[in-house]
């Protein structure tokens, strides 16, 4: 029985050799690999600084440890995405505030974000900054989210994690041309891969300095040292480094981004023209936007239609194809639930949407065959 998954990660020989090389060499962390990442990973994004970290959310924990986000501190994302966006506030024991999602493209929506920095003035509550994220790939209202950061003073960051080699105006380098600081993930699932792996992207010296020195234990690389063996240490870090292995193989995946990418856009090309069920709503694109399509995500009527949500994920399976679902909104977890008093409704939009979507498969060795069963399935039994 075939399975296909909503994504697949895609390794070739160059990938393997890369690995192998640094294997068979005198250092596997902490060695040059991990400069060269960094660097192609500065030049791709146009950013005067990048760090490599272990995963996307030790990225967000650090920036919020070099943001220096108090208890005292507000700061906002939206309840469409991975909990990694929300947990990182809370590491820092920051409060976490919700703002919807637009309909349409179904990333923050600034109208909303606006009401709630209003608000937040008014009840006496400091919002430090906004964790956007491009959504599946599509990019946020960008211009507008700038226009608000600069009016309000408000620190921006760009979860990017699914949106490696979008394009905004034809520049794969738009992020930071917006945000503050831009984070990356490279778990599989992402448009590139390290394995686990992530990265924080900024123009800023000072919270490149201590996003670097928190990924090793703390130690102030500013500070000069007497003998090799003395580090200055003033605040406690962590041991959020990549490894050399896991950048010898960023290198070489990055090589094939825009591959990848264009692979991706040949197959949501296919399932814009395809799925053609008056139930499902596809996903928009908008102007000035290429989309990477880190995922393809699918907005079933399930109202109208002769199976249920769990139903249909059934039906899938049983033909070997694995949905999945991005994401549970964060006010839907108990943490979040009991800490907030977030009530249903709290989120229309949010909420409308999880109930309707489904990631279908999107991934660079998706076949074809394997893109008409999911599409004859999606316009026949739902
Ligand atoms: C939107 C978003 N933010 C953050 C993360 C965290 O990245 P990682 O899995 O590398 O920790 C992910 C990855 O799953 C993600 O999809």
Known sequence: MININYTKQYIDKDDKKAVLNVLNSDYLTQGKYITEFENKLSKFFNAKYCTTVSSGTAGLHLVGKALGWT????????????????????????????????????????????????NSILNNKKIKAVIAVDYAGMLCDW???????????????????HALGSKFKNSNSYALNYA??????????????TGEGGAVLTNSKIINDKVRSFRTHGVDYTKK???????????????????????ALGISQLKKIF?????????????????????????????????????????????????????TYNLFKKNGISLQVHYKPIH????????YKFKRKDFPISEKFYQSVFSIPIYYKLQ???QKKIVNLLNNII
């Open 225 to 247: 040292r007497k003998y090799n063996w003395d580090y200055s240490i003033q605040n406690i870090g962590y041991n959020y480094r990549l490894t050399d292995i896991q950048c």
């Open 180 to 193: 503050h600081v831009v984070i990356q993930s490279f778990h599989p699932a992402k448009n590139i891969t």
């Open 259 to 311: 591959k990848f990418t264009k692979k991706r856009n040949e197959i949501a090309k296919y399932y814009d023209l395809k799925i053609t069920n008056d139930l499902i709503k596809l996903p928009l694109s908008k102007k000035h936007v290429y989309n990477s399509y880190n995922l393809y995500p699918v907005k079933i009527n399930f109202n109208a239609s002769k199976y249920n949500k769990l139903e």
């Open 332 to 339: 839907f977890y108990e943490y979040y639930k009991k800490k």
């Open 368 to 370: 074809i065959k394997e």
């Open 71 to 118: 208890k005292n501190d507000y700061v906002v994302t939206t309840p469409i995405t991975f909990v990694a966006s929300s947990n990182s506030i809370e590491y820092s024991g920051a409060r976490t505030i919700l703002c919807d999602i637009e309909e349409k493209f179904n990333t923050i929506d600034p109208n909303k974000l606006e009401k709630i920095i209003k």
């Open 143 to 161: 211009e507008a989210l700038k226009y608000l950061s600069n009016k309000y003073k408000i620190i921006l960051i760009n979860d990017n994690c």
